[in-house]
């Protein structure tokens, strides 16, 4: 495996560390069970990501492990402010915390990609961008659901 490719799975796996102390964190402060359960699932995700990362630098990984996926965009985050983070945040609000976080992971790694020529380097970069939008999309199925409740109208 190339230097290149080992310091930017180092960057990736600090990235997945921060992400996972975020989530805890955020876990910590908000009151709502459902809030803090979604993000239990965000902070576990992150520590997969981060053994799927140490296993890939390891050599214990094929290639092609990681698979690349199909995600429903919805463009929430891209439409909604960031909600300042408050032990009093409501649910919907935690969700597009959350869903910005997963944004910014998301360039982070697209626009790194970007920096590479083709190659292995830029597939995993590229499989790390959809992983994180995968997360994205989410949060922002759970931001829709509490935020647009369905009445019993329809």
Do not use: C
Request: aromatic share 10%; glycine share 6%; hydrophobic share 35%.
């Amino acid at each position: 495996m190339s230097d290149r490719l080992m310091d930017m799975i180092g960057t990736a796996i600090g990235r997945e560390e921060e992400a996972y102390e975020f989530y805890m964190e955020l876990r910590d402060k908000v009151q709502d069970d459902e809030a803090r359960e979604a993000l239990q699932w965000m902070a576990d995700e992150e520590l997969k990501h981060k053994d799927f990362l140490v296993r890939y630098r390891d050599g214990d990984l094929a290639r092609n492990a990681m698979g690349m996926s199909d995600v429903t965009y919805y463009r929430i985050a891209e439409y909604q402010k960031e909600p300042p983070v408050s032990e009093q945040m409501s649910p919907q609000d935690v969700f597009l915390v959350a869903a910005h976080r997963e944004l910014k992971s998301h360039h982070f790694y697209k626009e790194l990609a970007e920096l590479h020529p083709g190659g292995e380097v830029k597939d995993v970069l590229l499989k790390m961008a959809n992983e994180e939008l995968k997360h994205k999309e989410k949060m922002e199925y759970l931001y829709a659901n509490t935020a647009f409740t369905q009445t019993s109208g329809g």
